[in-house]
Structures are given as structure tokens and as C-alpha cells.
């Protein structure tokens, strides 16, 4: 937590509202400059002027999530549990002083709820050799398989059996496109692993059947239930 407050800077090491200025005065000073651009200069420095009070907030909340955005980098190539900690720690200081931003406090909290959902995923990557990180590698590697099934299946959108038995399908397709598996490989799985992974792709499609059948007929799918509730013994 820095004690002076600065607006963002450039690479420069100008603020930026100091930076647009000096480029647009620069603009207007050359020779054959536009009225039109001399014109863009004095809006450009009335409102920096009149926004001159928001700039603080800013540069507080840009500082904290360039500062969240460092450590998860982790540029010294740390261990998962220190990354972990790290980031943790820095989650509770912009808690504590979440109203140094003030009229950004909100969107601060707001920053910290989204970072907390995600957290239980953000760390494998520096625990798993070649996972990749935690940027738009993984982004880039779901719409990858989009595109494969799209030219694999004829479909102009996402397979809705993705979400359902996604959990199987993208690991493997992306094994399989790494390397073919060979009858080795099969017979080295873990078949318990392999049946708790069934069940639950099993139970996932039961639920997609359950809501299909309400969609079709909902009055005799509530009347079916009201008859199971009704039973006084359980069906066979």
C-alpha cells in the first residue's frame, strides 16, 4: 500500500491524464494544426479537470488489481502454497482498506467476490507441470474444442452434451489430440475412479431426462410424482 496516490502511468512514466494533455498540446502546437484539434485539446482539458477529484479512487483500485494480476504471474516461479497464501493475503488488505477507493469500495468488494469464486482453480497450474496458466491459454483451449466439435459434428453451436459430460469429454479430447492411447493406457485406469466419474455423468444425464419429460408434458410429469408421493410403500 503505497502512502502517495498517482493516477495510472504510461510506459513512460507519466500520469495519464498528464500524458493526454501533453499529446494533445503537442498536436495543437504544430504547424497546419486543425482548429478542430485545438478544439479537442480544450475539451479534453476541462474534463480531466472536472473529473480531477475521481482519479484518486482510481489509481488506488487500478494499483490493487495490477498488484492481484503480479502475483498470480508469479514471475519467481513460486510454489502453489506461497502463491496461494500470497494472493490470499492481498484479498484481505483490500478488504481492510477497501474505503482508501471511495466511490470505487463497491466495485473493490465486488472484485474480491468474483476472485474468491474462482480461487479454488487458480492454483493447480503451479503445482501441475504444463498446466496452462492462469490466463486466456484456458480460454483459448475451451473454444479450441468448440471449433473441433463444430467441424467433427456439423453443428453451428456447442454440443449440449458438453455440459453435461464435459468433465470426460475435454480431458480426452485433448489427450487424444496429443497423443493416440494405446491398450496399455486403458489398462492402467483406475477403475473405481472410473465408476465414481459414471456415476456421475450418469446422475447429470438422469436430470437432463427429468427436465425434458417436464418440458413435453409437465401435468402428467407432476401427476407421476404426486402418485410416488402418495404410495404408502416405496415401488419395488
Not at 490493487?64 to 502454497?81: M, R
Not at 481492510?96 to 474468491?116: C, K, P, Y
Not at 483451449?141 to 456439423?154: I, K, L, T, V
Not at 446422475?203 to 402418495?230: H, I, N, T, W
Request: contains cysteine; glycine residues 8%.
Amino acid at each position: 500500500m503505497g502512502a502517495t496516490i498517482r493516477p495510472p502511468t504510461a510506459s513512460s512514466g507519466m500520469a495519464i491524464p498528464e500524458l493526454a494533455v501533453v499529446i494533445i498540446a503537442t498536436g495543437v502546437h504544430t504547424r497546419g494544426a486543425s482548429p478542430a484539434l485545438g478544439r479537442l485539446a480544450d475539451l479534453i482539458g476541462r474534463g480531466l479537470d472536472q473529473t480531477a477529484a475521481l482519479w484518486p479512487d482510481i489509481a488506488w483500485s487500478y494499483r490493487q488489481v495490477h498488484q492481484a494480476a503480479h502475483i498470480l504471474k508469479n514471475e519467481a516461479g513460486e510454489a502453489a502454497s506461497s502463491v496461494r497464501r500470497r494472493f490470499d493475503g492481498w484479498l484481505g488488505a483490500m478488504a481492510r482498506h477497501r474505503d482508501r477507493a471511495g466511490d470505487l469500495s463497491g466495485a473493490v468488494d465486488h472484485f474480491r467476490r468474483v476472485a474468491s469464486s474462482y480461487r479454488p482453480g487458480l492454483f493447480h497450474c503451479y503445482a501441475v507441470p504444463g498446466l496452462p496458466r492462469t490466463n486466456n491459454d484456458l480460454e483459448h483451449e475451451f473454444g479450441s474444442q468448440r471449433y473441433h466439435e463444430r467441424r467433427a459434428s456439423g453443428r453451428k453451436t456447442a454440443s449440449p452434451g458438453t455440459v453435461a459430460r464435459g468433465e470426460a469429454r475435454l480431458p480426452a479430447a485433448i489427450a487424444t489430440r496429443l497423443r493416440r492411447p494405446s491398450g496399455a493406457d486403458l489398462g492402467r485406469a483406475d477403475r473405481m475412479q472410473w465408476r465414481r466419474l459414471r456415476h456421475r455423468l450418469d446422475r447429470r444425464r438422469y436430470s437432463g431426462v427429468m427436465r425434458r419429460r417436464f418440458r413435453q408434458d409437465p401435468a402428467a410429469y407432476l401427476a407421476d410424482l404426486e402418485r410416488k408421493a402418495c404410495q404408502q410403500t416405496l415401488p419395488p
